[in-house]
RNA sequence: UGGGGAAUGGUGUAACGGUAGCACGGAGCGCUCUGGACGCUUUAGUCUAGGUUCGAAUCCUAGUUCCCCAGCCA
């Protein structure tokens, strides 16, 4: 109809072929997406991204969105691995509509090969791999046909038959789809269909011992599930071709398929392989560790899924090839928090500050404000004494220019609380480390104003010595030391360039009496310092965070140019 | 050297023959009980060369550069 002039605008190219279809008719309107995964590692980080443009355009078009696992390779996939995926796609927040295995498939997947078989459309072959290989032919050369091309469709159908009942051993023979060995995709000179396999499957067993190659399974099983829009990463383009070829011999529903770019990340790596080799070399602590671009390990280091989602709708979607700054991810992740983390208080490097005209033994309760963002957080009392501590890196004997922070002669406000001066500084006589500042407070600052009106230029955070409650915090850095890991002369490990420093552990930091009650996967503000989650190793008495990200810190930018 | 793709500021991404915009980053300013957040200003781009057109990021021609493909992996 033309009733609809208005161009859909901003959309992104996957949406204006959708939209095209609709607009032709093409599936009847119908859009049905799906997430294809192989349980054969966990989710990551450029998953996400998949998963929230299937589900988001099933969602954008009142369609649906199935979950698939891809389980064709029994020898690389686990059940772990399926429960994984089910559970991060259902904490990313999206519900599939259908779910199922391709493995659901193997029984019509195999009808079709007969049906392949008996058009002359494919056969068994006895080549070895290496002998399949050289016969392929090279990237400009075309191939030669195998010698068991023309076995007859009898021959074919018996040998099929007796390699589905396990008569031969793992890779002596092929069935391969006889298509044109000198066509210059390489993917059409006569694909492997099926390998023998004797191997147990996680969802069929031992039932079959020939598997479907993913090349024969994948556009079929789209096709059964009647998916209107088969989306997939750009390597898939040439194999669009295959895909056809076959849906067209078979006479069955054809998808549209779709390739966009995926997703590289700087200071990581996005492989399944090598995220597998950190995980199984123990350079992590597991595929929820939260240095890994998994989703698993995303929500363990405290990202929340809104802010991975709207990392996924703010990078868009195209054929460029492109490698997204870890800074937009952690960006995101801070935009987020900044809403609805509460802000507390927390010293990560002490440094005894006594307040030498304090009461001794006096403690009062100020009230501090949970979320400046969000008035309806509320707010909490911290306890305040005569002995705080703050963070050394707030104090500077002798400071720099700008620096508005504490130092010798140098009023600064604490947070919530009193403007403090500090008058003495005291060192440990033998290593000349300073080990207390003496400081004095005034009174009348109560709150963090002074009635005469004097500014101070710094705020600082503390917590008070008696109260505070030691707790352990892991800093995390980026996985990788270098923007692009990947990028290591021939030969050089690409794991030379993991960041060694991608943990720092401080055991002894002190937090706000408050945080006792932090429960696992909590997310919180330490003011001035970061966002940081409650860890799952996390025990009551025995706290550990995780900084899931940093606040931006104009200071040490300035402090650097300097 | 075969085939398939892609090229817009530093990084991503819009514009669908009619003002090159947005986000992140960079620089600067304002505001602030977080040197946070927020607000404002600013920086910087159509791969190249021709052509069509009143007008080209967009259409045409020829180049250049980058990515993918030679698993019985997905």
Known sequence: MTDSTEKPRGVDFVREIVNEHNASGRFGGKVLTRFPPEPNGYLHIGHAKSICLNFGIAKDYGGKCNLRMDDTNPTKEEVEYVESIKNDVRWLGFQWDGMYYASDYFDQLYAW??????????????????????????????????????????????????MRQGEFPDGSRTLRAKIDMASPNVNLRDPVLYRILHAEHHNTGNKWCIYAMYDWAHGQSDSIERITHSICTLEFENHRPLYEWFIDQLGIHKPQQIEFARLN????????????????????????????????????RGYTPESIRNFCAEIGVSKTDSVIGMNVLENAVREDLNKRAPRVMAVLKPIKVVLTNYPAG?????????????????????????????????????????????????????????????????????????????????PETR????????????????????????????????????????????????????????????????????????????RFQFERVGYFCVDTDSQPGALVFNRIVSLKDTWAKIEKKA
């Open 447 to 522: 709150g963090g104003n002074a009635p005469d009106g004097r500014k101070v230029q710094g705020t600082i955070h503390w917590v008070s010595a008696a109260q505070a409650q030691r707790a352990e915090v892991r800093l995390y850095d980026h996985l990788c030391k270098v923007p692009d890991p990947d990028d290591v002369p021939q030969g050089v490990d690409w794991k030379t360039n993991l960041n060694p420093e991608s943990l720092v552990t401080v055991k002894d930091a002190l937090v706000e009496p408050s945080l006792t009650k932090a429960a696992t996967g909590d």
């Open 362 to 442: 006096q403690v009062e309760e100020l009230d501090a404000v949970n979320n400046p963002e969000d008035p309806s957080a509320g707010s909490r009392k911290v306890p305040f004494s005569r002995e705080l501590y703050i963070e050394q890196d707030d104090f500077r004997e002798v400071p720099p220019k700008k620096y508005y922070r504490l130092a010798p002669g140098q009023e600064v406000r604490l947070r919530w609380a009193f403007f403090i001066k500090c008058h003495e500084v005291i060192k440990d006589p033998a290593t000349g480390e300073i080990t207390e500042l003496h400081c004095t407070y005034d």
């Open 113 to 162: 090969a007969l049906e392949l078989i008996k058009k002359g459309k494919a056969y068994v072959c006895d080549l070895t791999g290496d002998q399949i290989r050289e016969y392929r032919g090279t990237l400009t050369q075309p191939g030669k046909n195998s010698p068991y091309r023309d076995r007859s469709v009898e021959e074919n159908l018996a040998l099929i038959e007796r």
């Open 265 to 300: 990340l700087t200071y990581t790596v996005m492989s399944k392989r090598k995220l597998l080799e950190l995980v199984r070399d123990k350079h992590v602590a597991g595929w929820d560790d939260p240095r890994m671009p998994t989703i698993a390990g995303l929500r363990r």
